[in-house]
């Protein structure tokens, strides 16, 4: 799948070239997260210069293990390198970092399908107990304390998780670890580590499921549950329940922190985000990253190519995202990412783990 995207791309950048113009491409693949923010910002590209940007989703895992093997030029991942992909993905960038960059921003929807509950909210200790197939049935006391005066059917619970090796599925497992860790004993990984549960692969399998089987519920990004017309859970992360909405998700992303402040390489402090309880905000969030090398492609047109499809990302790329499940990013977030692309290509800096 990711051979024949390239091709077509190398084919779409000589027709252009042929055309006249004189065309660059750069390839992605990974992170079925940000897939539609791509597919955005690859139409903005489009309009607005001669690059073309090539992105298959296939998941976060596949997409490290591409750019690892130099079979891409960034991985997208909705989680941060770890261990020994640091190490490979060094060794591939010639010896220089890899730097994750946060171009997209999105909440992470807790996604139903139960007939006659158009209103329902959860709250991480109860999710976790879903997740972990340790409450079966929707009208359980403790889903039925969270939701006074609903009608809650007597149906069995059918918990929807990634099949696939998914950074949604980290944070997730991530976010339950960190606000209901008495509830979630596992460690957060690109694996489902729940109990029981159906499998679905990638964000589109995850939302087709949920909308063909009644009784479901998942996590998915907020664009696969509206494009399915799924019920979107509010969430009582600890100051009463919140509805997902641009603002309250947007407010979350304004407080976000990175791990290192004043590092180029932009990883996300999610533990402090997720442990966050901020009323009127919705924490659950993904920061997928585009993970690049700081320097070291073996052709630098590669790396002014990047830096120049990711500028243009944040100046007109930001706009009409809200209107596909993401969120727009704040000016301060844009200009300390500006400050990362803007050195690519140069120095490498320290990495995060």
Known sequence: MAAVSTIAAVALVSACSGGGGESQSISGEGSTAQQKAMEHFSQVLTDNGDIVLDYTGSGSGDGIKKFIAGDVDFAGSDSALKGE????????????????????????AVAYNVEGVDKLNLNPTVLAGIFDSKIKTWNDPAIAALNPGVNLPSTAIVPVHRSDSSGTTDNFQRFLQASAPQAWPYEHSKEFKGQGGSGAAKSTGVGDTVKKTPGAISYVEWGFATENDLGVAGIDFGAGPVQLTNETAGKALDAVKFKTPGSKDLVVDTDALYASKEAGSYPLLLTPYSIVCSAGYADQATSDTIKSAFTEILNKGQDGLSEIGYVALP???????????????????????
Not at 85 to 108: F, M, T
Not at 333 to 348: M, N
Request: glycine share 12%; aromatic share 4%.
């Open 85 to 108: 992909e640091i190490a490979q993905a060094k060794e591939r960038c010639s010896g220089n970092d890899a730097w994750h960059l946060p171009l997209v921003a999105g909440p992470v």
């Open 331 to 353: 000016q301060a977030f844009k200009t300390t990412l500006q400050g990362s692309i803007d050195s690519l290509g140069q120095a490498s800096g320290g990495q995060n783990s």
